[in-house]
Each structure stands twice: as C-alpha cells, then as structure tokens.
Nanobody, 117 residues
C-alpha cells in the first residue's frame, strides 16, 4: 500500500503564493500517477493537477498558468506551487496517488488553503 502525508497549507492573501507538498511512501513503484484535488464547501472534489510516471502533466482550466505540479528527483514527493491565488482557490487540497493497472487511488488527509485579504 501507499501512504501519503501532506503539508504546507495555510492562509495567504489574494495574489500571493503558496506551495503544498505530499510525501509518498510504501509501494511507490506501483504508482502510475500522482495529483492534487481540491474540495470547497458545498462543491464536489475536483482535479487541480496531476503528473504521470513519465512526467506529463494535466491542469484544470481554472488554474492553468498559475499552478505548477512537480516531483522531486526520487519521485517520492509531489508539489503544487500555487501563484496568483484567488479567493475562489480556497478549499481543502488533497494529494492522490493512483496505482498502475488497477487504477486504485490513495488519498492524503487534506490540507486547508485559505485565500483571503
């Protein structure tokens, strides 16, 4: 199995930046993709960004040009750099890891990101 530990959430001003991280451990070799989802109050969880084993990335239209997903050299940690933050970015951000073959997805505990002046 895979364990996901998130960190880096907090309060930031509109237009500011924040970087959240997710450390993965366990059977990392079985993971095909990692990503970030978010869920705001009263809304469904939505994909923010993901990155597959080979490095290809995908972004939600709402964050393109502002957010960047990346991995460390060992590919055991995934980051989400969030720039030009807007109040509507306020949500709980969840790390995900998807198993190759089965498609089973592991989830982190979530970290709160609040964008407010």
């Amino acid at each position: 199995q895979v364990q996901l530990v998130e960190s880096g959430g907090g309060l930031v001003q509109p237009g500011g930046s924040l970087r959240v991280s997710c450390a993965a451990s366990g059977n990392i070799a079985s993971i095909n993709a990692m990503g970030w989802y978010r869920q705001a109050p009263g809304k469904q969880r939505e994909l923010v960004a993901d990155i597959i084993y080979g490095g290809t990335t995908t972004y939600a239209d709402s964050v393109k040009g502002r957010f960047t997903i990346s991995r460390d050299n060992a590919e055991n940690t995934v980051y989400l750099q969030m720039n030009s933050l807007k109040p509507e970015d306020t949500a709980v951000y969840y790390c995900s890891a998807t198993r190759r073959g089965s498609g089973y997805t592991y989830w982190g505990q979530g970290t709160q990101v609040t964008v407010s002046s």
